[in-house]
């Protein structure tokens, strides 16, 4: 079936820090991918998206490139904020369909 | 504008009994989309309308659980004689038309709690 894997967290790092968390996935044909971001007391957000093969999303600084060889959409950030302290969720919608497969997300905090 | 609004934001419920979730979608949303997310996990998906029609209950857990949104605009999430494992956040998210590239809008979810 259709699944995603995010690294575990919580992932704690200090301002200006180069941020990775990882994504990988499973899924039959060419699903779209999403990074989904939860702030303290919010709603999820969408923060990128790729839908095709080498597509790279990005916002905020943040980026993510959709690699169908290695099935990841891993998430970057060269510089983190404090305020960039959020759980994170790795997401896919499969060809043809509506609803989003979710991973089960990675708590990011900044320290200043 | 206005974005996806919950209600209530917490329940406290007693084992048994039935309750019912409230979702506003963003105005003129065709599509609708209810997820499930327990505590330290990403949001699970249970059922999806595109205006009145509900498309896709595939994720509803049990029979206890029932969804309608009879006008195409505010949908209601029901729980039939809840069960402690109902606990979690009930997320709802809605987007403008029905298109697979469409970006789904998430509210701040209700938060049950079933003693």
């Known amino acids: 079936g259709n699944s995603v894997t995010q690294m575990e967290g919580p992932v704690t790092l200090s301002e200006e820090a180069f941020l990775t968390i990882n994504c990988t996935y499973t899924?039959?044909?060419?699903?779209?991918l999403f990074w989904y971001v939860q702030y303290p007391g919010e709603g999820l957000q969408l923060l990128l998206k790729a839908t095709k093969a080498d597509d790279k999303g990005s916002n905020k600084g943040f980026e993510a490139t959709y690699r169908k060889e290695t099935t990841s959409f891993h998430l970057e950030k060269g510089s983190v904020q404090v305020s960039d302290s959020a759980v994170y969720f790795c997401?896919?919608?499969?060809?043809?369909?509506?609803?989003?497969?979710f991973g089960q997300g990675t708590r990011l905090t900044i320290n200043p | 504008g206005a974005g996806v609004s919950q209600s209530p934001r917490y329940k406290v419920a007693k084992r048994g009994q039935d309750v019912a979730l409230r979702c506003d979608p963003i105005s003129g949303h065709v599509s609708l989309f209810w997820y499930q997310q327990a505590l330290g996990q990403g949001p699970e998906f249970l059922t999806y309308f595109q205006n009145e029609a509900q498309l896709d209950k595939s994720g509803l857990p049990s029979d206890r659980f029932f969804a309608e949104r009879p006008e195409g605009s505010v949908s209601t999430l029901k729980i039939q004689r809840t069960q402690q494992e109902d606990s979690a956040v009930y997320l709802c998210?809605?987007?403008?038309?029905?298109?697979?590239?469409?970006?789904?809008?998430f509210g701040p979810g209700t938060r049950l709690l079933v003693l």
């Open positions: 899924a039959t044909g060419y699903p779209s």
């Open positions: 997401a896919l919608r499969r060809q043809g369909a509506q609803k989003l497969v």
């Open positions: 998210a809605s987007s403008l038309l029905a298109g697979l590239q469409e970006t789904q809008y």
